[in-house]
């Protein structure tokens, strides 16, 4: 058993001659078709166990989210968009309205009939730059690999279930049956022998892009700027900057709507950046007990 | 000012996903309340038994210091006991990690249990001992132990947790501090009683001061200790250390009114942690409390941390 001091360990500094080039996800919701391939790859090939589904009644989304048994996750948004001047044209004005707009952006599979739009998007870890997890582990467990990814040795945790509220996505969760934290390796067993990982390989549209980090940045910047030209103002990135709250996620995202919709924090945070806050209260709190107790023995000396 | 104040977006509905929770609720057992509390009793005994030690109140001084034996005695029980996978409890001294408080909390408790039981056997084998070394370690290690649970609690994502990071520990060392007074004046004699009287009347007030600022600066977040079982625990929380503190009030002079103060202390303290326990969850599921914090940040400092 070797004994250390630690830091969080960092990507690529801890691995110095052996790091690799950081890869990732790009996730690109706007050509998900929500076939759940991914999360069927993804259990196939990590053994993850099955779970016992019921109905949520959650549009097609019967397996609600992210967890210890469900480490890629496909959310389903029905919404019905505000179409004032298709209900209040004449049927004549809203079919040469929608010819007009056939012939100019294409086929839309998302936003037929009458304002009905889907979102649908795979949800993952994201692998955060900083890693709420990896910072809260108290075994070491949670180790940041050489390709920039957050993984947990399962062999060393403990389930003592620190991670699982240290994370902002709320990513990482405990498996009853044998009490440990499980997550997504982002397939470092498959890395390891250059093959990208399942739910990417297994992904019928290329929505989920595996590849070296800057590179897939790069080609999301490229693809939002093209459907923005095509008039989709609503596409954003999301997680694609160093300067967000956990310093850029390791698997990013393309969203045609706030982050909230698909279950996604707005502004996430890893709580590691107010630990010093937390540390100075609690200290400051231990300084007035011990001031406070020895207070009520002042004047009472025999 | 308050967080309402401060507030630039208007407090509509947030958009949640089916009305799902972002973050998960803790996997914590019932075993993690009550380590809250064992670990602040032995925590904030360690530090009456230390200053009742050093100034000669022999008889307050033993009760202390077999309060803070039996706080820690527990704590580690508990905390093996709460874990997922028991048997590996040691991993959680394989490394000293600053950047996780359950690390560094680890090793505190086991730095302040074996200090307070080696203090607390000489104070009982030798009940004649004065204050030294031994007694000052105890205490130093004491206080952060009964407030560090508070730190670890308040850096998670759970916004009614974190958004209480400077009241918390306040919140954690009053409650400890009556508890541990509380303990000791469950048998302590009347001529020995009058500092762990007064000690745990001002913790109560302090308590519900500290909790009081707690609840007005998390504004709406607030409301995961005000509903369901966090409220309950609260409420009863109030009550029994209220009835407490009157009991030691009117109890000077009568062994019997300042045991059940004592009692009555203890189980408000039991009752403290879980409302915050508890709290956590209901923030936890509750989407709208992480999204309406999320949002308010980027509307009043545009994004990141």
Redesign the interface.
């Known amino acids: 058993m070797s004994f250390y001091v630690v830091d969080t360990p960092t990507w690529p500094s801890t691995y110095g001659e052996e790091a690799k080039p950081r890869v990732g996800f790009f996730t690109d919701t706007s050509v998900c078709i929500g076939c759940k391939a991914c999360e069927v790859a993804c259990k196939e090939w990590n053994q993850v166990p099955s779970e016992n589904l019921g109905f949520r009644g959650t549009s097609y989304d019967n397996s609600g989210e992210l967890g210890a048994d469900r480490w890629r996750h496909v959310a389903f948004i029905e919404q019905r968009l505000p179409v004032g001047v298709e209900e209040a044209a004449p049927d004549s004005w809203v079919q040469e309205a929608a010819k007009q707009s056939l012939l100019e952006e294409g086929l839309e599979t998302h936003r037929d009939g009458d304002g009905l739009r889907w979102l649908m998007s795979s949800d993952v870890c994201k692998h955060c730059t900083q890693a709420g997890c990896l910072d809260a582990c108290p075994t070491g467990s949670i180790f940041r690999t050489e390709f920039g990814t957050v993984v947990v040795q399962e062999d060393i945790c403990n389930g003592c279930g620190y991670c699982v509220v240290a994370c902002p996505f709320g990513v990482l969760d405990q498996r009853e049956e044998d009490g440990r934290v499980w997550k997504c390796t982002l397939c470092y067993d498959r890395l390891k022998e250059d093959m990208e990982p399942a739910c990417a390989q297994a992904c019928p549209t290329d929505s989920i892009q595996f590849g070296d980090l800057a590179e897939l940045r790069r080609r999301a910047e490229r693809r939002v700027a093209l459907l923005r030209e095509r008039g989709r103002e609503e596409a954003r990135l999301y997680g694609s900057s160093d300067d967000d709250g956990v310093g850029g996620f390791g698997a990013f995202f393309l969203l045609l709507d706030e982050p909230e919709t698909y279950r996604l924090p707005p502004d996430p945070v890893v709580p590691t950046r107010h630990a010093p806050k937390a540390w100075a209260a609690g200290l400051a709190a231990a300084g007035a007990m011990l001031a406070g107790i020895g207070a009520a023995f002042l004047g009472g000396r025999r | 000012m308050s967080r309402a104040e401060t507030r630039l977006v208007p407090p509509e509905k947030?958009?949640?996903?089916?009305g799902?929770?972002?973050?998960?609720?803790?996997?914590?057992k019932p075993e993690i309340p009550f380590y809250f509390f064992f670990g602040g009793l032995a925590?904030?005994s360690s530090?009456?038994a230390a200053?009742?030690t050093?100034?000669?109140?022999r008889g307050l001084a033993r009760r202390a210091w077999a309060g803070a034996f039996v706080g820690v005695t527990a704590s580690p029980v508990l905390l093996i006991k709460?874990?997922?996978?028991?048997s590996?409890?040691l991993?959680?001294l394989?490394?000293?990690?600053?950047?996780?408080?359950?690390?560094l909390g680890?090793w505190l408790l086991a730095a302040n249990g074996a200090s307070t039981s080696y203090a607390a056997a000489l104070n009982l084998l030798a009940p004649r001992r004065r204050g030294g070394a031994h007694e000052i370690a105890a205490?130093?290690l004491g206080?952060?132990l009964?407030?560090?649970t508070?730190?670890?609690?308040?850096?998670?994502?759970?916004p009614a947790?974190?958004e209480a990071?400077?009241?918390?520990?306040?919140v954690?060392?009053?409650s400890?501090?009556a508890s541990a007074a509380g303990a000791a004046l469950l048998t302590v004699p009347d001529d020995e009683a009058?500092?762990?009287r007064?000690?745990a009347i001002?913790?109560v007030v302090?308590e519900e001061a500290a909790t009081a600022v707690m609840h007005k600066r998390l504004g709406p977040l607030a409301d995961a200790y005000k509903q369901g079982a966090a409220g309950r625990f609260g409420h009863a929380s109030r009550a029994l250390s209220a009835a407490g503190a009157a009991a030691l009030a009117a109890g000077r002079g009568r062994r019997d009114l300042s045991a059940a103060g004592g009692a009555l202390l203890l189980a408000g303290a039991v009752c403290k942690r879980w409302s915050v326990f508890k709290a956590?969850f209901n923030s936890?599921e509750d989407?709208t409390q992480?999204?309406r914090i999320?949002?308010d940040?980027?509307a009043r400092d545009g994004?990141?941390?």
């Open positions: 947030p958009t949640t996903y089916y799902r929770p972002i973050v998960k609720p803790p996997v914590w925590g904030a530090v009456l200053a009742a050093f100034a000669g109140r709460d874990l997922g996978k028991p590996r409890f991993n959680m394989r490394v000293v990690k600053v950047t996780s408080p359950m690390s680890a205490a130093a206080a952060p009964a407030t560090y508070a730190s670890l609690i308040t850096n998670s994502a759970i947790w974190s990071r400077w009241e918390m520990p306040f954690f060392a009053s400890a501090t009058e500092p762990a007064a000690l001002s913790a302090f956590g936890a989407p992480t999204v999320q949002r940040r980027i994004s990141g941390a």
